[in-house]
């Protein structure tokens, strides 16, 4: 068997891809202590980016939920931080989550907030650079994001219960599940910051992050829309780095 074959099988093994265990001196009890370090690793690794999913669905579910995840996710990169980048999806089509679909969303902005925190770093938009813009000129604007900036949108309220679940024992009492919430992430400094957005604001930030211009993002939104406040907002909050026509 040539070299290449043979870390194939022992990846796949290790992974849980495969029950059979590799030739050679990994055979037997040896190659299982490789295989459960294996996968203890890329279950902490889990549990540490998505801390407030493992709380909602308990340690065991999502230590098997870890475990079917990991044999068909392997890791692409050596920084286990990245690792995950699947798994909100791979969780909303998992057994037993049909009821409660709140948890993949909020798998989903956990992951977001890891892919802030890992963006790279950027000088954000001074807001006197409109002071350069010609008044007729302004509805043409358009903006580049910070490459930290994330807009995750839900039918769920997952702001809410991931803010609760950063106390020693969440108060889910007041909490209404089933309100959507749209937050929008970004890291000008050095820690990931969140705001929760009104829905015509999370519209307007939604089509802003597409490349619509300004005038193209008010299209449709509600004619009580306060376009200075939203944009003041995303500014003083660092959402982009620049303005362009």
Not at 43 to 65: D, H, K
Not at 75 to 91: I, K, Q, S, V
Not at 157 to 171: E, K, M, N, S
Request: charged share 15%.
């Amino acid at each position: 068997m040539s070299l290449s074959a043979h870390q194939a099988r022992f990846a796949a093994y290790v992974s849980g891809q495969s029950e059979t265990p590799p030739l050679g001196l990994l055979e037997g009890a040896r190659a299982q202590i490789y295989r459960n370090n294996v996968r203890l690793s890329l279950t902490a690794a889990l549990a540490a980016n998505f801390p407030v999913t493992r709380v909602l669905v308990g340690e065991m579910y999502f230590g098997q939920a870890a475990r079917q995840f990991l044999r068909i996710h392997l890791p692409t990169r050596p920084d286990m931080a990245c690792y995950g980048e699947a798994f909100p999806a791979f969780l909303a089509s998992a057994p037993g989550i049909a009821d409660y679909l709140y948890v993949p969303e909020v798998a989903r902005l956990e992951r977001a907030m890891i892919e802030a925190l890992l963006a790279d770093p950027a000088e954000t938009l001074d807001p006197a650079a409109f002071a350069a813009v010609p008044p007729d000129a302004f509805a043409h604007l358009r903006f580049s994001a910070h490459p930290s900036t994330r807009l995750v949108q839900s039918v769920y309220a997952i702001g809410d219960l991931w803010q609760a679940h950063q106390h020693p024992v969440p108060d889910l009492t007041a909490i209404e599940i089933n309100a959507p919430q749209s937050l929008a992430l970004v890291r000008p400094q050095a820690t990931v910051e969140w705001r929760l957005l009104a829905a015509a604001d999370a519209r307007f930030l939604c089509a802003l992050l597409s490349g619509a211009s300004i005038a193209e993002a008010v299209e449709r939104l509600p004619d009580d829309f306060d376009l200075t406040q939203a944009l003041l907002g995303h500014l003083r909050a660092g959402v982009f780095t620049r303005l362009y026509s």
